[in-house]
């Protein structure tokens, strides 16, 4: 997790400067691809893919993340490094909260408090930072 935290740090402040988004998102989607393709032919053996999962799979992972992507870097332009961590992280209440709605998930004591913590900090940040 920690590399990934780290990554998608350094993926993000490369993107700030990113004149064409949805451009550089393809590009990036691009040169993944030929290694994720070389690591699914290592599992392939212990591996079933139906025409529908392998649908679901493209669709979720290229077309909606790549969604985002764009979303994001388009957002960097306007964000300070310290304000677009601090809003980073912002992801993990907006994803939980995503499962109440659209997944009938329980509101629970913990994902209220650590729902609350996270974006009680996020205020906190962003409310000194504009002073």
């Keep these: 997790m920690a590399i990934a935290g780290v990554a998608w740090g350094l993926y ?6 990113v004149a064409d988004p949805l451009a550089a998102t393809a590009g ?17 053996a212990n591996s079933y893919a139906g025409a529908a999962g392998v649908t679901l799979a ?6 909606t993340s790549g969604i985002g992507y764009v979303i994001w870097y388009a957002a960097l332009r306007n964000l300070s490094a ?5 809003v980073q992280l912002s992801v993990p209440p907006i994803a939980a909260f995503g499962g109440v709605i659209f997944l009938s998930e ?5 994902l209220a408090a ?6 009680g900090g996020i205020a906190m940040v962003l409310l000194s930072r504009s002073r």
């Design 28 to 44: 990036n989607f691009a040169r993944a691809a030929p290694l994720a393709l070389v690591l699914s032919l290592l599992f392939v």
């Design 82 to 86: 310290m304000r677009a961590a601090t």
């Design 114 to 119: 650590a729902s609350a913590a996270i974006l």
């Design 12 to 17: 993000s402040l490369r993107g700030r400067g």
């Design 58 to 63: 493209v669709v979720s992972g290229a077309v």
């Design 106 to 110: 329980a509101i629970t004591p913990r």
